[in-house]
């Protein structure tokens, strides 16, 4: 059996891609090994957040335009404005019709509340951590209090109300904190679980403990006109569970991210993955592609290990959407930074003490954050030889030359590079 | 400004400053201790926790060894819970000269010390992930000893019989009055100017000694010799692994509490760096080519960090080069040598003959300010070590609570657990998964050992020292300081992210492999997810 | 001390995925999560062997942990082992001794087994076994055979087979052996249509249930029999059981580190040898089914990378509208949820899989593994198939 399209790696890019690879009706396989870093993302999607020079971007899309004239190496740049501008457009579509809108602020970001209680720009964000309503409650000046549950050590709602009590959007607002009780958690005390984000979201998607729970937001909140949680009001019907919470005290409710498993993330992972069966595309977890045979500068099959036994797939196009180190697309060993299976050329570079700056906050960020495969302009990877491949493109992290932290760009280029891959495919295939 | 007075002041906050309060205490002496940072953060803090058995010193230094092998029986005894009875193994490589085998063991026998050839197969079966291909292999009594676990429980000790310890406080300028010193002003993290009037003072300073004799008006030279060392994800190996030749790079690996650590390289360097701590690439180089000499798995595994420390060697007889200078100890009564009262120096040495030189610092203090009372520090046994009980033994008094809680707490505090694992629910609570370090041990810590920091609670709990480095338990830790420990909120943020920016120094040497990936990890949370350097932004005032 | 080759743990980097994914957590909080279990606790395991939590025992063995893991930890083997060297321990016990010989008892009850099947479900017979042998009462028991498989196989099957040319050898394991013959000849009759007649060598069962209970010596020795008489064969193997698989294919050599190289290259499980021949073209005439049927992926079976082939052949059975349900574990994970400590726990973990079932509402499920089926027929109204009994029930006469 030969594929249209097999996606390496099922993260933001590689579902993205597979899902419009799906819908566009090509036989597609995305093969995945281990869990993605969705599940420990803020949920929202950073388009452009900071310039180079650490600036905050107002405008992504402006921001980008003049980043295409200027930085030729960035992906970005080899994606183009207006596949950038439909890829937004066609993921907003797809978590919509799975019940997760994403609101954004036209073409401005907007902002998110961090745990900690800095404010970070993002430009696209559920309904619980932004929306018309959320802001207008900003304008008003409306009193907010700041909860967390007793005994959840996963979150300090005082943290993040001491500093967001410093930044000018925040100033002239009363902030409260309180604690609120869960009902069912006295039963998880007296052993070593974890007591964790997911653990908690699951007690709320139970749904039989939200009047107890609204209670008790009612109590610790007092006047307060909105609240917010740390984020973990159900991952499958958080919708629901939000609006039923919201009718119940009467508040509006924001969510914060936790320490991971991070719900928000999750929400989209689930969403992502509902979308791609909906098109008919085939999933295989934990299985790790191991190698792959590279013949005339095109990919012939690509192979797992089972048992000591090597089975090979063999498709039409091939996706590489591994991720970056944590996720297993690149490896750094003393000798110095490789791609995993096709041993492809990277933009990483010896020797290993220039790979990390001085502070772990540095300003500059860290060099190793920008390694990754390189690409010709139409995002082929290229050979240690510098030949192109025709058939293997590269989509997320795994692609080299911008930093997804530094520039807050993360999301915004898995998605982008995820569907112009999709769009080359599709129209090669269909010709 | 404030104005203290005591019997002694020791300045100095390792195992010998530790040590001589405790053993000055044990005599009915008051004192106050004055260490710039935390407990056992300089030399004492920065080594491999070896308890010697003096085999490493036996075929030169033949003073020391016996020292070691003295103190090694006596430690035994007084602090058996900062102790794990390992073993040790010296073994010869094919490269090494066949001939040291027979001069350490003769070494030994002339120290006194236990020392047996065993045969090959034994050594392999006694360490299986040694080299199989060894010559010849010698036990020795050696262990691992925890520095911060003993100069904690000196302290708990000495506290407990009325000495007091201000950390993070710093000696600024000594009192004197004509050509004896008779106080020190000293300034606090917050500070303030305390005066501390006293009849003597005890330079225990360490490599900081110099600075200290200089604030006396003194000139006492030391000799920085930077050690460094590389910490391994888990315990590659039971038992002390040396290599039977003279010391030399690379040639020691010592399993500590969850971790091995691979010791040591030498290298002289300028006073002006000592605190500078930096670890050059071509070190880890060296400890790994040479650990995996020893320990072929030393390669596959996780490098979680690497550290180096300053030993504080005096050159008595004019000697320059690190390893030939003697370790030995060095007690100078400045009265004799500078013609200043009121002020001794205690130095070199080893973590190992701490309690040696607290009793011969003391000894000396107590003849000049007219105290009779003889040491009794190698009678009685420290905080936690009171009676000597199996982990098998004191899990089942804990029934109810899992084995790996009661087994890591019971490692860590000896019988001071009785403190911590109390009834309530928050014993049950994880903040540090790798090293099962539960909320009730930490509010124990903050509340009652001195912590002023994230750093500083790392160093009594061992939070945030496994794999992850603080990935997940970083922030808990922050959150709890905010709780137990008066941080305000924004302060304990402070904390966490220096909290980061240390464990960092340690990680980027050996920042390849999954080490990487984790600090790759670590950084999406902080800096992606929580946006921890966007928090000066708040400040600075944005406009949208 | 630990060898090189088990050291996986070491690659940890403490994301917490695996206790999202783990059922058993979500199911109990006496269970703290495989992270917590497996490359946490061992490191501390490796630096004092007492430290060993008897929460372990919660740890189904499922390896829906080492699916999620984006680390390539082997989460699960590492609790497997920790298991039982606190297993060591303890002394003899007999419900776990009988329930993990699983050819002793069956060789036992298939001789008697209509009074075994009438005695095992007497309501006095379930008290005495959840009072002495902790077996709760109300978890039903597969009902046992009239005889072997095998007598049945060597007295009539075989004469059968001996037209055919292409070969495969079957190793049929213990639950056609002793519960179900019909899935025997199931497999006999669709390998017979694709040309193949149908060996059976000399078997013991497998060791799955021994190693889960801690038998590691006794497993050992089961798996020294298999792998010499399966190593004698020259023709590829089969299983018709997920787990069987599982445990041919890779628990002797990674977890009991026993060299199974005579064989490993030829055996299969089922689904994957099919699609492979269909993949060939060989496909057998087959005729419409016109059946709504829900598939249920085995935990072991997705472990192995199994799901896709078994999709790949049932999506080639005309007439068979197929609801692919949400990965979740049943929960009977083999001999645990036949115990009384575990059976709360069990039933909980079900119960997510027992919802999605109802709310398809097929006229069968279809599942790869026995115990999945035996929990889910416990559990929901439906029939159970194994995927070559679909096909067999395909087959044109």
């Excluded at chain 1, 964790?196 to 610790?220: G, V």
């Excluded at chain 3, 398809?360 to 194994?386: G, S």
Aim: net charge positive; hydrophobic share 35%; proline share 4%.
């Amino acid at each position: 059996m030969i594929y249209d399209c097999v996606i390496i790696g099922g993260g933001l890019a590689g579902l993205t891609c597979g899902i419009k690879c799906a819908k566009e009706g090509l036989h597609t396989v995305i093969i995945s090994g281990g869990m993605n870093s969705l599940h420990f993302s803020s949920g929202s999607i950073d388009l452009a957040g900071y310039t180079e020079k650490g600036a905050i971007v107002k405008k992504p899309f402006e921001y980008i335009k003049d980043l295409i004239k200027s930085n030729k190496e960035h992906p970005y740049t080899k994606i183009g404005l207006s596949s950038i501008k439909k890829s937004i457009d066609f993921f907003i579509d797809e978590l919509a019709s799975d019940n997760i809108p994403l609101n954004n602020n036209g073409e401005y970001n907007h902002f998110r509340v961090t745990p900690l209680g800095a404010v970070k720009p993002t430009y696209l964000s559920q309904e619980s951590v932004y929306s018309s309503k959320g802001k207008e409650i900003i304008k008003s000046k409306g009193k907010i209090a700041i909860l967390n549950f007793k005994g959840f050590r996963d979150y300090y709602a005082e943290q993040t109300a001491a500093n967001i009590k410093n930044h000018p959007i925040f100033q002239d607002i009363e902030i409260t904190v309180g604690s609120i009780s869960l009902p069912y958690y006295h039963k998880t005390e007296k052993n070593l679980h974890e007591f964790r984000s997911i653990d908690i979201s699951r007690i709320f998607e139970t749904e039989k403990y939200l009047p107890r729970i609204a209670e008790e937001i009612k109590r610790a909140a007092g006047d307060a006109v909105a609240i917010s949680l740390p984020a973990f009001i159900g991952i499958k019907n958080y919708k629901s569970i939000r609006q039923k919470l919201e009718a119940m005290t009467g508040k509006f409710i924001y969510e914060i991210p936790t320490l991971p498993p991070s719900i928000l993330g999750l929400r989209i992972d689930h969403a992502l993955k509902d979308r791609f069966f909906s098109y008919g595309g085939e999933y295989i977890a934990g299985e790790k592609i191991v190698s792959g045979k590279i013949n005339k500068n095109e990919v012939e099959s690509i192979s797992t290990l089972n048992e000591g036994r090597l089975s090979e797939i063999k498709s039409k196009y091939y996706v590489l959407a591994t991720g970056s180190f944590f996720s297993g697309g690149l490896q750094s060993r003393l000798e110095g930074i490789s791609e995993t299976i096709f041993d492809l050329a990277t933009n990483g570079t010896n020797p290993r003490n220039k790979w990390y700056s001085k502070n772990f906050f540095d300003k500059k960020s860290h060099p190793f954050l920008n390694f990754g495969v390189v690409t010709d302009k139409n995002l082929n990877a290229k050979t240690k030889e510098g030949k192109a491949i025709k058939n293997l493109l590269c989509a997320g992290a795994i692609i080299g030359g911008y930093n997804p932290i530094k520039e807050g760009c993360g999301g915004g280029v898995a998605i982008a590079s995820a569907y112009k891959c999709a769009e080359l495919i599709a129209k090669d295939l269909k010709k | 400004m404030n104005r203290m007075e005591t019997d002694v002041i020791v300045i100095g906050g390792g195992a010998t400053g530790a040590g001589t309060i405790r053993d000055l205490a044990l005599r009915g002496v008051k004192t106050i201790l004055i260490e710039k940072n935390d407990i056992a953060s300089g030399a004492t803090g920065r080594n491999h926790g070896l308890l010697h058995s003096g085999a490493r010193y036996a075929v030169k230094d033949p003073e020391s060894a016996q020292e070691c092998i003295r103190e090694n029986q006596i430690l035994r005894k007084i602090a058996w819970h900062c102790i794990e009875d390992t073993g040790g193994l010296f073994v010869t490589l094919p490269e090494d000269d066949p001939a040291y085998h027979s001069l350490l063991l003769d070494g030994c026998k002339h120290a006194g010390i236990p020392a047996k050839e065993i045969s090959i197969k034994k050594a392999l079966q006694l360490e299986p992930n040694l080299n199989p291909h060894i010559l010849s292999a010698i036990t020795v009594p050696d262990g691992t000893i925890d520095p911060f676990r003993l100069t904690s429980a000196n302290m708990l000790d000495a506290i407990e019989r009325g000495a007091k310890v201000l950390t993070h406080t710093k000696v600024v300028s000594v009192i004197k009055k004509g050509t004896e010193i008779i106080g020190v002003l000293c300034r606090n993290i917050h500070g303030e100017e305390i005066e501390i009037y006293a009849k003597m003072v005890v330079n225990a300073a360490g490599v900081w000694g110099q600075e200290i004799c200089n604030l006396a008006g003194i000139d006492l030279p030391m000799f920085p010799s930077k050690g460094s060392m590389l910490i391994i994800d888990y315990r590659i190996n039971g038992v002390v692994i040396n290599r039977c030749r003279p010391p030399a790079d690379g040639d020691i690996i010592v399993p500590g509490d969850t971790v091995s650590l691979i010791g040591t390289t030498s290298k002289e360097i300028p006073y002006d760096k000592i605190d500078e701590y930096t670890i050059d690439d071509d070190e880890i180089d060296v400890l790994l080519s040479d650990g995996e000499k020893m320990i072929p798995n030393v390669r596959f595994t996780r490098a979680l960090r690497a550290y180096c420390g300053v030993r504080p060697l005096v050159a008595v007889s004019g000697e320059k080069q690190g390893r030939n200078i003697s370790r030995g100890i060095v007690l100078i009564d400045h009265k004799e040598r500078d013609g200043i009262d009121g002020l001794v120096t205690i130095s070199g040495g080893k973590l190992m003959t701490y309690r040696l030189m607290a009793e011969k610092t003391a000894d000396l203090v107590c003849s000049k300010i007219g105290v009779k009372a003889k040491c009794k520090t190698d009678k009685i046994p420290l905080p936690g070590s009171e009676h000597k009980f199996t982990s098998r033994r004191t899990m089942k008094k804990f029934s109810g609570i899992p084995d790996s809680v009661v087994g890591s707490t019971f490692y860590r505090h000896g019988q001071r657990l009785r403190n911590i694992l109390t009834t309530d629910k928050k014993n049950y609570r994880l903040i540090c998964e790798c090293e099962m370090v539960t909320e009730g041990e930490i509010e124990y810590a903050i509340k009652k050992l001195n912590v002023h920091d994230l750093v500083d609670l790392r160093r009594r709990t061992r939070i945030g020292m496994g794999p992850c480095q603080g990935e997940l338990c970083a922030y808990r830790g922050s959150g709890l300081f905010h709780e137990y420990g008066g941080a305000s909120p924004e302060g304990s943020v402070e904390l966490l992210n220096d909290f980061l920016e240390e464990r960092w120094k340690g990680i980027k040497p050996v920042l390849w492999g999954d080490g990487l990936r984790e600090s790759e990890f670590t950084y999406w949370i902080y800096e992606g997810l929580f946006g921890m350097s966007n928090l000066k932004n708040n400040k600075k005032g944005l406009k949208q | 001390m630990i060898k090189l080759e088990n050291i996986s743990f070491d690659h940890c980097i403490k994301c917490t995925v695996c206790t999202m994914y783990c059922p058993v957590a979500q199911a109990t909080h006496l269970f703290p999560g495989p992270k917590q279990s497996g490359p946490d606790a061992e490191r501390l395991r490796i630096k004092n062997p007492e430290l060993v939590d008897s929460s372990l025992k919660y740890c189904t063995n499922c390896k829906r942990c080492e699916i999620a893991c984006p680390s390539n930890v082997k989460i699960a083997e590492i609790i497997q082992k920790a298991k039982w060297n606190y297993v060591k321990i303890h002394w003899f016990r007999p419900r776990d001794f009988f329930m993990s010989r699983t050819d002793l008892v069956g060789s036992i009850t298939t001789i008697v087994s209509t009074i075994t099947n009438f005695v095992v479900n007497l309501k006095i017979t379930r008290a005495f076994m959840h009072i002495f042998l902790k077996i709760p009462f109300t978890r039903q028991f597969p009902p046992y055979a009239k005889g072997t498989f095998k007598k049945l196989y060597e007295k009539k099957i075989s004469k059968t087979q001996r037209p055919f040319e292409k070969r495969v050898a079957f190793f049929h394991g213990c639950y056609i052996n002793y519960n179900n013959h019909s899935l025997g000849q199931d497999l006999i009759r669709v390998m017979n249509a694709m040309g193949y007649g149908v060996d059976i060598v000399k078997e013991k069962c497998c060791g799955v249930p021994l190693i889960a209970n801690g038998y590691i010596e006794k497993a050992k020795k089961n798996a020294k029999f298999n792998i010499a008489h399966l190593s004698k064969t020259e023709t590829p193997i089969v299983s018709t059981s997920s787990s069987c698989s599982y445990a041919l294919l890779h628990e002797y050599k990674e977890f009991l580190e026993m060299d199974n190289s005579g064989y490993i290259s030829r055996l299969d499980y089922i689904t994957k040898f099919i699609y492979d021949e269909f993949s060939r073209g060989n496909i057998p005439k087959m005729k419409p089914l016109g059946i709504r049927a829900a598939y249920h992926s085995p935990c072991h079976l997705e472990r192995m990378g199994g799901v896709m082939y078994t999709l790949g052949v049932l999506k080639k059975i005309p007439g068979l509208e197929l609801v692919i349900l949400n990965s979740e574990c049943c929960g009977i994970a083999g001999t645990y949820g036949f115990k009384n400590e575990n059976y709360e726990i069990s039933q909980a973990i079900g119960s997510a899989l027992f919802k999605l079932i109802d709310n398809a509402n097929p006229e069968f499920v279809i599942t790869d593994c026995e115990t999945c089926t035996m929990q889910i027929e416990m559990n929901t109204k439906y029939k159970v198939l194994h995927p070559v009994t679909l096909i067999a029930m395909a087959l044109k006469e």
